[in-house]
C-alpha cells in the first residue's frame, strides 16, 4: 500500500506544506501502486491554485531527495533513468507526472555523435602533420612513444572530458560553475584559442579548395615548367633520365603552390605581407558559407552533414592507399616508415612531439569533446565512445603514414635520393607540394588530384564544425537568457568574426601569418589549458567524485589505470619558426609569444576577478571559489517538471 499523504494543510502555511508534499511524491516513487488505493492525489490537491504552485516549485525537493541515493554505493540500473515516467494514477482524477523536458538538443542518432567525434579528431593533422612529425623523428621509431603518449595521455584526457560534457551537459564555459568556478578562465581561453585557430585553419581548407579547383583540367597545372609563374630553377625529372635534382631545384608543384597559389614572391616577410589575393578570398567565403549552413540549427543539422564528410576521406584514402602501393618504390617508404631508429627514442624531442601530436590529434582541451558530448543522453555509454573513437583516430594516423609514405617512396625513386631527402618543407607543404607532385605524374592524374583535395576539404570541415561548435555551445550555455533564441544571428556573428580575422592570411604573405598562428594560438597554450584542466578536475573537483559522476552515469566507476593516467600530463615549448627558407623576425616571436599569452591570461585574471568580488576573507573566498556552484542535482532537477496527466 502507498503511504498516507501529509495531514491536510493550512492556507497560511501553504508553502510549507508544499515541500513536505513534494518529499511525499518523492517516496511514492520507489512503491507500487496498487489499484485499490483511493486516489490519493486528487482527494489531496483539491485546491487550483495549490496545484499550480505546486507546478510553478519544478519539482526541485522531490529531484533533490531521490537524486540523493546518488552518494550512496548503488547500481546504476537502480538510479532513474531518461524518460522514466512514474505515475500515480487513478483515472477518474487528476494526477501528476514526473518527466523530462529538458529542452536541449540531442543527437538524433548514436552514429551522429560518433561521426562528428571521428571527424573532429580525425582531421588534416591526420594526414599531414603526423606523417611528417613522424618523418622528422625517424619513421617507425616515433610510433612507439606516440602509442605510449596515447595510452597513458590522450585517451584518458579523451574519455574524461567525454565524461564532463556528458555528465554536467552544459558547455565549456559555464561548466566550470559545477566543477571549480575558480578555473571559469579556462573556458573563455578555451574560446579565444578556437578563434585563432579558425583565423589560420580555414585558410588551409581555402588553398584545398583552390586546388580542388584547379584539378578539373585534362592537365593539372602543376605538371610541368611551362606555365607564366614557373623559374629557371623548375626542374621536371619525372620521365627524364638527364636530370640532376641539386639544392636549387624546384618542383613544378612547388611553384604552382609559391608562386601560383600564394604568389608568395611579392611579399616581402611579415613586414609587407602585401595585398588580398581574391581566389582565396572567394574560396573562403565559400567555405564559410558551408560552415554556417551546417552549424545555423545545431547537431539536427551538423549530425546529418559528418555522414559524408566523416565517411568520404577513408574511401579516398583506401583508393590512394591502393595506388600508392603500386607505385615503383612504394617499399622504399614503408621500409623507412615501419623500421625504427632507436637511437631517436634517446632524444626528448621526440617524446616531446609525440605528447604534442596526440594531444592535437585527438583534441582535449579544445572544448569540442565538452560540448559535442553535452548533447548525449544521461546514460550513454561514453567510456566505449571514447575507447573506439581514439582508436580509430590513431589508426587513421597510422594508415595515413602508409598513403604518404609509399608516395615519398616513389618520389625518392624517381629522384635518386633517399626517402629522408624528399620532403624539404613542414606542414601543409606535405599536402600542397610532395603528394600533388606524385599525383600528377600517375596515370588517371586528374581523377587522383580531384578526389585527394575533396577529401582534405571534408577532413577540414569536420574539424572546423567542431571547433566552432565549441565556442557556440560554450557562449550559449553562459548566456541563455540573451542568445537562447538567437542561435542562428550568434552563429552568422560567429562566422563573421573568424571570416573577418582570417583576411591576414589570404594575403600574398600569408602563409608566414598561418604558420605563426599555427605555432602560437594554439601551442603551449593549449597543452597549458589541458594541464590546469586536469588538475581542477583531479584535485579541486576529486578523483573520487568524478569517478562516482561516471559510475551514476555508467553503472561502474573508472579504474585505477584512469585515475593516475588523469593526473600525469607532459607540456611543450614550440621550436624557432622557419619556413621556406624565411627565417621569422625576433619580434614576430613576441608577437606570438603575445597571441599565446592572450588566451591562457583568461585563467589568472578569471581567478583574480573571483577571488576579489567573492565576499568574506580570504580563507571563505578560497572555500567558495573552489566549491561548485552547481550540481548535477541542481541540474536534473531543472530538467523535470510536475505536468498534469487527466
Same mark, same amino acid.
Given at each position: 500500500?502507498?503511504?498516507?499523504?501529509?495531514?491536510?494543510?493550512?492556507?497560511?502555511?501553504?508553502?510549507?506544506?508544499?515541500?513536505?508534499?513534494?518529499?511525499?511524491?518523492?517516496?511514492?516513487?520507489?512503491?507500487?501502486?496498487?489499484?485499490?488505493?483511493?486516489?490519493?492525489?486528487?482527494?489531496?490537491?483539491?485546491?487550483?491554485?495549490?496545484?499550480?504552485?505546486?507546478?510553478?516549485?519544478?519539482?526541485?525537493?522531490?529531484?533533490?531527495?531521490?537524486? !540523493?541515493?546518488?552518494?550512496?554505493?548503488?547500481?546504476?540500473?537502480?538510479?532513474?533513468?531518461?524518460?522514466?515516467?512514474?505515475?500515480? !494514477?487513478?483515472?477518474?482524477?487528476?494526477?501528476?507526472?514526473?518527466?523530462?523536458?529538458?529542452?536541449?538538443?540531442?543527437?538524433?542518432? $548514436?552514429?551522429?555523435?560518433?561521426l562528428s567525434v571521428i571527424g573532429f579528431a580525425?582531421?588534416?593533422?591526420?594526414?599531414?602533420?603526423?606523417?611528417?612529425?613522424?618523418?622528422?623523428?625517424?619513421?617507425?621509431?616515433? +610510433?612507439?612513444?606516440?602509442?605510449?603518449?596515447?595510452?597513458?595521455?590522450?585517451?584518458?584526457?579523451?574519455?574524461?572530458?567525454?565524461?564532463?560534457?556528458?555528465?554536467?551537459?552544459?558547455?565549456?564555459?559555464?561548466?566550470?560553475?559545477?566543477?571549480?568556478?575558480?578555473?571559469?578562465?579556462?573556458?573563455?581561453?578555451?574560446?579565444?584559442?578556437? +578563434?585563432?585557430?579558425?583565423?589560420?585553419?580555414?585558410?588551409?581548407?581555402?588553398?584545398?579548395?583552390?586546388?580542388?579547383?584547379?584539378?578539373?583540367?585534362?592537365?593539372?597545372?602543376?605538371?610541368?615548367?611551362?606555365?607564366?609563374?614557373?623559374? #629557371?630553377?623548375?626542374?621536371?625529372?619525372?620521365?627524364?633520365?638527364?636530370?640532376?635534382?641539386? @639544392?636549387? %631545384? $624546384?618542383?613544378?608543384?612547388?611553384?604552382?603552390?609559391?608562386?601560383?597559389?600564394?604568389?608568395?614572391?611579392?611579399?616581402?616577410?611579415? &613586414?609587407?605581407?602585401?595585398?588580398?589575393?581574391?581566389?582565396?578570398?572567394?574560396?573562403?567565403?565559400?567555405?564559410?558559407?558551408?560552415? &554556417?549552413?551546417?552549424?545555423?540549427?545545431?547537431?539536427?543539422?551538423?549530425?546529418?552533414?559528418?555522414?559524408?564528410?566523416?565517411?568520404?576521406p577513408y574511401i579516398v584514402l583506401l583508393i590512394?592507399?591502393?595506388? *600508392?602501393?603500386?607505385?615503383?618504390?612504394?617499399? #622504399?617508404?614503408?621500409?623507412?616508415?615501419?623500421?625504427?631508429?632507436?637511437?631517436?627514442?634517446?632524444?626528448?624531442?621526440?617524446?616531446?612531439?609525440?605528447?604534442?601530436?596526440?594531444?592535437? %590529434?585527438?583534441?582535449? *582541451?579544445?572544448?569540442?569533446?565538452?560540448?559535442?558530448?553535452?548533447?548525449?543522453?544521461?546514460?550513454?555509454?561514453?567510456? #566505449?565512445?571514447?575507447?573506439?573513437?581514439?582508436?580509430?583516430?590513431?589508426?587513421?594516423?597510422?594508415?595515413?603514414?602508409?598513403?604518404?609514405?609509399?608516395?615519398? *617512396?616513389?618520389?625518392?625513386? /624517381?629522384?635518386?635520393?633517399?626517402?629522408?631527402?624528399?620532403?624539404?618543407?613542414?606542414?601543409?607543404?606535405?599536402?600542397?607540394?610532395?603528394?600533388?607532385?606524385?599525383?600528377?605524374?600517375?596515370? *588517371?592524374?586528374?581523377?587522383?588530384?580531384?578526389?585527394?583535395?575533396?577529401?582534405?576539404?571534408?577532413?577540414?570541415?569536420?574539424?572546423?564544425?567542431?571547433?566552432?561548435?565549441?565556442?557556440?555551445?560554450?557562449?550559449?550555455?553562459?548566456?541563455?537568457?540573451?542568445?537562447?533564441?538567437?542561435?542562428?544571428?550568434?552563429?552568422?556573428?560567429?562566422?563573421?568574426?573568424?571570416?573577418?580575422?582570417? +583576411?591576414?592570411?589570404?594575403?600574398?604573405?600569408?602563409?608566414?601569418?598561418?604558420?605563426?598562428?599555427?605555432?602560437?594560438?594554439?601551442?603551449?597554450?593549449?597543452?597549458?589549458?589541458?594541464?590546469?584542466?586536469?588538475? @581542477?578536475?583531479s584535485w579541486f573537483y576529486g578523483i573520487q567524485?568524478?569517478?562516482?559522476?561516471?559510475?551514476? /552515469?555508467?553503472? =561502474?566507476?573508472?579504474?585505477?589505470?584512469?585515475?593516475?593516467?588523469?593526473? @600525469?600530463?607532459? !607540456?611543450? =615549448?614550440?621550436?624557432?619558426?622557419?619556413?621556406?627558407?624565411?627565417?621569422?623576425?625576433?619580434?614576430?616571436?613576441?608577437?606570438?609569444?603575445?597571441?599565446?599569452?592572450?588566451?591562457?591570461?583568461?585563467?589568472?585574471?578569471?581567478?583574480?576577478?573571483?577571488?576579489?568580488?567573492?565576499?568574506?576573507?580570504? $580563507?571563505?573566498?578560497?572555500?567558495?571559489?573552489? #566549491?561548485?556552484?552547481?550540481?548535477?542535482?541542481?541540474?536534473?532537477?531543472?530538467?523535470?517538471?510536475?505536468?498534469?496527466?487527466?
Amino acid at each position: 500500500m502507498i503511504s498516507s499523504p501529509p495531514p491536510a494543510f493550512d492556507q497560511r502555511t501553504g508553502l510549507s506544506y508544499v515541500s513536505s508534499l513534494l518529499i511525499w511524491i518523492s517516496r511514492l516513487e520507489v512503491e507500487k501502486p496498487s489499484p485499490c488505493d483511493p486516489p490519493l492525489l486528487g482527494s489531496v490537491i483539491s485546491n487550483p491554485s495549490l496545484l499550480k504552485l505546486i507546478q510553478l516549485e519544478s519539482c526541485r525537493i522531490c529531484i533533490r531527495g531521490r537524486m !540523493s541515493e546518488q552518494n550512496s554505493p548503488v547500481q546504476a540500473d537502480s538510479l532513474p533513468r531518461q524518460g522514466l515516467k512514474p505515475t500515480f !494514477s487513478h483515472t477518474a482524477n487528476p494526477v501528476l507526472l514526473t518527466t523530462q523536458t529538458d529542452s536541449r538538443d540531442k543527437w538524433s542518432k $548514436k552514429m551522429d555523435f560518433l561521426l562528428s567525434v571521428i571527424g573532429f579528431a580525425v582531421d588534416l593533422g591526420n594526414v599531414w602533420r603526423f606523417p611528417y612529425i613522424c618523418y622528422q623523428n625517424g619513421g617507425g621509431a616515433f +610510433l612507439i612513444p606516440y602509442t605510449l603518449m596515447a595510452i597513458f595521455g590522450g585517451v584518458p584526457l579523451f574519455y574524461m572530458e567525454l565524461a564532463l560534457g556528458q555528465f554536467h551537459r552544459t558547455g565549456a564555459i559555464p561548466i566550470w560553475k559545477r566543477i571549480c568556478p575558480i578555473f571559469k578562465g579556462i573556458g573563455f581561453a578555451i574560446c579565444i584559442i578556437a +578563434l585563432y585557430v579558425s583565423f589560420y585553419y580555414n585558410t588551409i581548407i581555402a588553398w584545398a579548395l583552390y586546388y580542388f579547383y584547379s584539378s578539373f583540367s585534362g592537365t593539372l597545372p602543376w605538371t610541368s615548367c611551362d606555365n607564366p609563374w614557373n623559374t #629557371r630553377n623548375c626542374t621536371n625529372y619525372f620521365g627524364k633520365s638527364n636530370v640532376t635534382w641539386t @639544392a636549387f %631545384s $624546384k618542383s613544378p608543384a612547388e611553384e604552382f603552390y609559391t608562386r601560383k597559389v600564394l604568389e608568395i614572391q611579392k611579399s616581402r616577410g611579415l &613586414y609587407d605581407v602585401g595585398g588580398i589575393r581574391w581566389q582565396l578570398l572567394l574560396c573562403l567565403f565559400l567555405i564559410f558559407t558551408i560552415v &554556417y549552413f551546417s552549424l545555423w540549427k545545431g547537431v539536427k543539422t551538423s549530425g546529418k552533414v559528418v555522414w559524408v564528410t566523416a565517411t568520404l576521406p577513408y574511401i579516398v584514402l583506401l583508393i590512394l592507399l591502393i595506388r *600508392g602501393a603500386t607505385l615503383p618504390g612504394a617499399w #622504399r617508404g614503408i621500409v623507412f616508415y615501419l623500421r625504427p631508429n632507436w637511437e631517436k627514442l634517446m632524444s626528448t624531442s621526440v617524446w616531446v612531439d609525440a605528447a604534442a601530436q596526440i594531444f592535437f %590529434s585527438l583534441g582535449p *582541451g579544445f572544448g569540442v569533446l565538452l560540448a559535442l558530448a553535452s548533447y548525449n543522453h544521461f546514460n550513454n555509454n561514453c567510456y #566505449r565512445d571514447a575507447i573506439v573513437t581514439s582508436t580509430v583516430n590513431c589508426l587513421t594516423s597510422f594508415l595515413s603514414g602508409f598513403v604518404i609514405f609509399t608516395v615519398l *617512396g616513389y618520389m625518392a625513386e /624517381m629522384r635518386n635520393v633517399e626517402v629522408e631527402d624528399v620532403a624539404k618543407d613542414k606542414g601543409p607543404s606535405l599536402l600542397f607540394i610532395t603528394y600533388p607532385e606524385a599525383i600528377a605524374n600517375m596515370v *588517371g592524374s586528374t581523377f587522383f588530384a580531384i578526389i585527394f583535395f575533396l577529401m582534405m576539404i571534408t577532413l577540414g570541415l569536420d574539424s572546423t564544425f567542431g571547433g566552432l561548435e565549441a565556442v557556440i555551445t560554450a557562449v550559449m550555455d553562459e548566456y541563455p537568457h540573451i542568445l537562447g533564441k538567437q542561435r542562428e544571428l550568434f552563429v552568422l556573428a560567429l562566422v563573421t568574426i573568424c571570416f573577418l580575422g582570417s +583576411l591576414t592570411t589570404l594575403t600574398q604573405g600569408g602563409a608566414y601569418v598561418v604558420k605563426l598562428l599555427e605555432e602560437f594560438g594554439a601551442g603551449c597554450s593549449i597543452l597549458a589549458v589541458v594541464l590546469l584542466e586536469a588538475i @581542477a578536475v583531479s584535485w579541486f573537483y576529486g578523483i573520487q567524485r568524478f569517478c562516482n559522476d561516471v559510475k551514476t /552515469m555508467l553503472g =561502474f566507476t573508472p579504474g585505477i589505470f584512469w585515475k593516475v593516467c588523469w593526473v @600525469a600530463i607532459i !607540456s611543450n =615549448f614550440p621550436p624557432p619558426l622557419i619556413l621556406f627558407d624565411y627565417h621569422y623576425p625576433e619580434w614576430s616571436i613576441s608577437v606570438g609569444y603575445l597571441i599565446g599569452a592572450s588566451s591562457f591570461i583568461c585563467i589568472p585574471l578569471y581567478m583574480v576577478y573571483k577571488l576579489v568580488w567573492t565576499p568574506g576573507s580570504l $580563507k571563505q573566498r578560497l572555500a567558495v571559489c573552489i #566549491r561548485p556552484e552547481k550540481t548535477i542535482q541542481d541540474q536534473q532537477a531543472d530538467s523535470v517538471c510536475m505536468s498534469l496527466v487527466p
